[in-house]
């Protein structure tokens, strides 16, 4: 980590120093001096951090001192991020008197210009980069004395694909007689009340897998009656675990805060039930803390029983198992088989058979763990060469006593092999906890604000990013992985031992605080000068641990609450964007079922001059403060769902760096600020309001087309446009970058009536790119929604059409070629369906005899008037019709009273799965 770190500085130090000749912004005199030493001894120490590296593992002495330049690193880094934040701001802001206000200048101006506020600042960052450069000296000084060798890395990073990656997480290899041994056990009727039964082995043996594998399997589905997975982990958390299985009775989480309610909640769902429970990682030894739960849960149905895996035979007898099956390795051939399959995945057979010798000398080294197999066979599935694998199979770190976990050896030759700012994007996720679900594209977005993602030639940090996600996917160093309707992984997660091994390499920088749980806060034990990125959770209102402040080097800050009024207190808002001012990302967000909320931003926000990446998801503000726009580093803005939020600062143009403005579901916004047009960097914008007002401050509609926005974008209050020419000057189907598109023509309660035939004039003229892949229409008035330009979106997928009061007839969808869902609700007018559904009403001919050849799932709700729907068609022209939706697996119709008959086709569809309600076809 500390070779990405030196690397990113030196990086840095060049771009920001360029920037200061160029932009004229000198510091004092001599300083210049000072930044080439700066460099030089930063360049001496890269020289040798390869093989520093690769020796602190066994040498306690070089992993002080590489902690020592990492700590020296960080400090380098926010000196020159100040330097580079007074660039930006004499850009931005131009020069402000001693005396009165601020006063827009010309860009360049001579050493005069400036006030005695901004020669002190120099000052300042001047006096900082003598101090960390004498710092540097000192160690730089001491890499003599281990006589390091210099090893030039070369870093090649192979380009993953998204679908590329094996995910063998879900998968069971092997164990056939442990599998048969716990089916048997699980279905076979007992005696005794409430057994347990109990899977005991070491980290990485499968014993979640062989779990997950009872858990899903057809003889165990059909035994009981409810099932309820719970990752208990460590500390035992009666209260945690408890919410976790009402939640999976019932659905929802619960506002009990007492253990015994809790408990007497769980007595009452599982009654008459018979019920499988697994309780995977556990590592509670106190009884006490166990038979609460256990004496509430013999409440269910005689049959039921409880399924624990853990490390430690202790626990399995002092939870009271009676059968313990002890996991055991893969046997040789069944390691080879898995380590095989990823090592040999997509290789040419002349190759794997060259490498099977050494292949299966390797295979064995795994000792039959299976994780070490999977991360060690993805590891080695990047290397071409025989004497690359001899590299793997003959390296010392096979030999090594430090490592406790006989796993922490193959992955430890996976990690080495990473780039170096990989290495550090795989680091972070420790500041998770156990079992957490990482969401991709928040982790992308951390890793950016941490700077270990940067722009390439042509490829924007987003791309970065997402290629070296799918690099650490590619190593199996991810698993569980859930994926959208487009096969795209939004979600995963590690696997335990792999957060210890990332645990393991952070030293501590990495932190989870507990607050108010069973797991009390271990901040005045940890070294301060280490912290680096801390997740908290709080359990109790305002026990915010105010001894964080304390950690004044932290650069992530995550707050979670699983209790209304605990994320933080206003009056800590203030003391955290005072103290700690290093932050790059900080999260303060609520989730939906969070009662009360942060009311207000406080303006010392503006010190966080750091800061990347802010996330108030959630939050109840009205407003953000002006001072947010001073935080000229900002590259993620998250304000999504936050249901209050009237207007946003009024100087988003000073965000030159934002890139994205989470903003969906801030339905509560008048207007975007006239500004956000000129955010050239901007690629994500949830949702664009416009204005009814005519505000001068508000962006108008014709603004968007000077940004480059990618993904999906909301355009609401359409219904306010009385320009339509303004609408044509936009040209949206010049963004080509934009796959998602919602129409919403609502408008404010202004007093005019909309005329019909104006909702379809501007349908017409909002014509999207021919690269749109999803498409809303929300509360269209027109008569007919068929503008020209719909038929022409030959890669539409998606298709929602939900308020299109005045619309007789659906226009023709089924000559979509690529629609797959289509969702219809609220159209009042809607009595019949029939053959314009499928193609247009033209002369007789079609170019096709398929209608809606790839739709897979189709809904409608909530139209009341609609009564038929059949198709007369049998023959186009000369050719006979031979199939309508030939791909259909799932009909939906919700709340359409007067409907009484499906056509013929649906009704004859045996892989239809329909789900029908509040209508007559339920008879």
């Known amino acids: 980590m500390a070779e990405a770190l030196v690397s990113g ?131 730089t000084k001491q890499k003599e004395r281990y006589s390091f060798n210099t090893i030039t890395r070369v870093e090649r990073l192979e380009h993953v694909q998204t679908t590329s990656f ?127 739960l256990y004496r509430c849960l013999k409440n269910g149905v005689h049959g039921s029983k409880i399924l624990i895996t853990t490390r430690k035979e202790s626990v399995a007898k002092i939870m009271g198992s009676m059968d313990i099956i002890n996991v055991q390795g893969l046997n040789d051939e069944e390691c080879w088989l898995m380590f095989k399959r990823l090592a040999f995945f997509d290789r040419p057979f002349e190759e794997c058979e060259r490498l099977e010798e050494i292949g299966k000398k390797i295979s064995s080294k795994c000792q039959g763990l299976p994780l070490a197999a999977k991360t060690l066979g993805s590891f080695l599935r990047f290397k071409k060469s025989w004497e690359e694998w001899k590299c793997v199979l003959d390296s010392e770190l096979w030999k090594l006593k430090e490592i406790e976990e006989e796993v922490f050896r193959p992955l430890l030759l996976s990690y080495n092999d990473l780039p170096c700012l990989i290495k550090s994007c795989f680091i972070y996720c420790a500041i998770f906890p156990k079992d957490y679900g990482l969401k991709k594209d928040e982790l992308i977005k951390l890793w950016m604000a941490q700077g270990y993602v940067k722009e390439e030639e042509n490829k924007a940090m987003e791309i970065v990013g997402e290629e070296y996600f799918n690099y650490l996917a590619s190593r199996s160093l991810f698993q569980e992985f859930e994926k959208d309707d487009e096969n795209n992984v939004i979600r995963c997660k590690m696997h335990d031992l792999i957060h210890d091994f990332a645990q393991f390499l952070c030293k501590n920088e990495c932190l989870h605080i507990e607050v108010g749980g069973i797991k009390e806060p271990i901040i005045n034990s940890c070294n301060h000068e280490k912290v680096c990125h801390v997740i908290t959770t709080i359990y109790r209102e305002n026990l915010f641990p105010d001894s964080i402040f304390s950690l004044r080097r932290m650069r992530s800050l995550l707050c979670c609450s699983s209790y209304p009024g605990g994320i933080l207190p206003p009056n800590m808002l203030s003391k955290l964007f005072g103290k700690l001012t290093c932050l790059r990302a900080l999260t303060i967000s609520r989730g939906l079922r969070e009662i009360e909320r942060i009311e207000e931003i406080p303006k010392e926000v503006g010190k966080l001059i750091h800061l990347r990446y802010l996330n108030l998801r959630g939050s109840g503000m009205r407003k953000l403060p002006e001072t947010l726009c001073e935080l000229y580093n900002l590259q993620t803005l998250n304000i999504s769902l936050c249901g209050e939020l009237e207007e946003l600062p009024q100087g988003m143009e000073k965000l030159i760096k934002l890139r994205h403005l989470q903003n969906f579901g801030t339905w509560s916004l008048r207007y975007i600020p006239e500004g956000t047009q000129r955010l050239s960097n ?115 997928r998606h298709l929602r059409l939900d308020g299109c009061s005045n619309c007789k007839h659906l226009p023709p969808l089924g000559e979509l070629p690529s629609l797959e869902y289509l969702d219809i609700s609220l159209l009042n007018s809607l009595k019949s369906v029939s053959n314009e559904f499928l193609r247009k009403e033209n002369d007789g001919t079609s170019s096709s005899s398929v209608f809606f050849p790839k739709l897979k799932t189709i809904t409608f709700w909530f139209i009341y008037e609609w009564e038929e729907w059949d198709y007369e068609i049998t023959r186009i022209g000369e050719e006979e019709v031979t199939t309508i939706m030939p791909s259909l697996v799932s009909l939906k119709i919700y709340d359409c009273p007067k409907l009484k008959a499906l056509p013929k086709h649906l009704v004859q569809n045996t892989r239809l799965k329909k789900d029908i309600s509040y209508c007559p076809l339920l008879d």
């Open 9 to 139: 500085v030196l990086e840095q130090l060049t771009a920001v120093a360029g920037k200061g000749i160029q932009q004229k912004v000198r510091l004092v005199v001599g300083v210049d001096e000072e930044v080439k030493k700066l460099s030089s001894n930063l360049e001496a120490i890269q020289a040798v951090l390869v093989d520093a590296e690769a020796r602190q593992v066994t040498e306690t002495a070089v992993r002080r001192w590489l902690d020592q330049l990492k700590q020296a690193s960080y400090d380098i880094e926010d000196v020159l991020d100040e330097w580079n934040y007074a660039i930006l701001k004499q850009k931005l802001e131009g020069v402000e008197d001693a005396t009165g206000p601020k006063k827009k200048v010309c860009f360049f101006f001579p050493s005069y210009c400036f006030s005695f506020k901004q020669v002190s600042l120099r000052n300042d960052i001047a006096i900082k980069i003598k101090e960390v450069n004498e710092n540097l000296d000192v160690i």
């Open 166 to 292: 094996i995910d063998v997480s879900e998968e069971m290899c092997g164990q056939d007689a442990c599998k048969s041994i716990l089916i048997d056990k699980l279905c076979a009727s007992t005696e005794q009340r409430l057994p347990i039964i109990s899977l005991i082995g070491m980290g990485g043996i499968g014993k979640t897998t062989l779990a997950q594998f009872a858990y899903n399997h057809d003889k165990v589905m059909k035994s009981f009656d409810e099932r309820i997975w719970v990752c208990v982990l460590e500390p035992f958390d009666e209260h945690r675990i408890a919410k976790a299985i009402i939640e999976s009775l019932e659905g929802s989480t619960i506002n009990l805060i007492e253990l015994q309610s809790l408990h007497k909640r769980i007595s009452t769902s599982i009654q008459r039930k018979k019920f499988f429970l697994v309780f995977d990682d556990m590592w509670n030894e106190d009884f006490k803390k166990w038979e609460p």
């Open 682 to 796: 901007l690629r994500t914008l949830g949702y664009f309001v416009i204005s009814g007002s005519n505000d001068e401050k508000a962006c108008s509609l014709e603004g968007l087309k000077y940004l480059n926005l990618y993904g999906e974008l909301y355009i609401g209050m359409l219904g306010n446009v009385l320009n339509v020419e303004e609408v044509k000057r936009l040209e949206i189907k010049s963004q080509k970058s934009l796959l998602g598109l919602t129409l919403d023509l609502r408008e404010d309660d202004n007093g005019r009536e909309r005329r019909n035939e104006e909702d379809e004039t501007l349908l017409e003229v909002l014509q999207p790119s021919l690269n749109l892949e999803k498409l809303k229409i929300l509360s269209y008035r027109g008569n007919i929604i068929m503008p020209n330009w719909m038929m022409s979106l030959t890669k539409l």
